[in-house]
T-cell receptor, first 118, second 113 residues
Framework: AQKITQTQPGMFVQEKEAVTLDCTYD???????LFWYKQPSSGEMIFLIYQGSYDQQNATEGRYSLNFQKARKSANLVISASQLGDSAMYFCAMRPAYSGAGSYQLTFGKGTKLSVIP | DTAVSQTPKYLVTQMGNDKSIKCEQNLGHDTMYWYKQDSKKFLKIMFSYNNKELIINETVPNRFSPKSPDKAHLNLHINSLELGDSAVYFC????????????FGPGTRLTVT
């Protein structure tokens, strides 16, 4: 079974500062994928970034980077130069190893509510 | 162009009623999913379909019945609605050959009174 833990229910960050959202995971799969999604108050789920367990480099997408530490089973999201529009819920998620069945359901953490202060 | 669409966006109904939520994706993906987000914002997989075949059926009451008429559609029918069914239901789709990203629909907020 896979498990995602996000220990920060809420975070505050000053506008233009960087912020790190924590995520640790547990799995027995030899390969897996890690995701971060953003859910603003409007409710939609927005994909931010993906890291494969065998990827050699940490993933980056614009102002988002994923600090992947495999030995520690952590996949923290770093948002640089925070903007007011970054205020939202952030979910860390994991998909299982390739099974041939074609289904890669995500297991989610409980989320972190980020508030950006002007 | 909407990638994953759901209808309706809001659904208010009384206990005991039967309702359906429709989902369509125009991405050409072969796997579709239903997730439930509860009042505490926790998201959990309910069902997964690959090429119209049920792959995953988590511990969901059998009042919930998914139906996939074709690869682009995955509908969710709920019988005898209960107060505890109130939640936001998200449809999503993915395709391995195009990466593992799952694209989510806008969600359907179901309120049972």
């Amino acid at each position: 079974a896979q498990k995602i833990t996000q220990t920060q229910p809420g975070m505050f960050v000053q506008e233009k500062e960087a912020v790190t959202l924590d995520c640790t995971y547990d799995t027995s799969d030899p390969s897996y994928g890690l995701f971060w999604y953003k859910q603003p108050s409007s409710g939609e789920m927005i994909f931010l970034i993906y890291q494969g367990s065998y990827d050699q480099q940490n993933a980056t997408e614009g102002r988002y980077s994923l600090n992947f530490q495999k030995a520690r089973k952590s996949a923290n999201l770093v948002i640089s130069a925070s903007q007011l529009g970054d205020s939202a819920m952030y979910f860390c998620a994991m998909r299982p190893a390739y099974s041939g069945a074609g289904s890669y359901q995500l297991t989610f953490g409980k989320g972190t509510k980020l508030s950006v202060i002007p | 162009d909407t990638a994953v669409s759901q209808t309706p966006k809001y659904l208010v109904t009384q206990m005991g009623n039967d309702k359906s939520i429709k989902c369509e994706q125009n991405l050409g993906h072969d796997t579709m999913y239903w997730y439930k987000q509860d009042s505490k914002k926790f998201l959990k997989i309910m069902f997964s379909y690959n090429n119209k075949e049920l792959i995953i059926n988590e511990t969901v009451p059998n009042r919930f019945s998914p139906k996939s008429p074709d690869k682009a559609h995955l509908n969710l029918h709920i019988n005898s609605l209960e107060l505890g069914d109130s939640a936001v239901y998200f449809c999503a789709s993915s395709q391995v050959s195009r990466g593992y990203e799952q694209y989510f629909g806008p969600g359907t907020r179901l309120t049972v009174t």
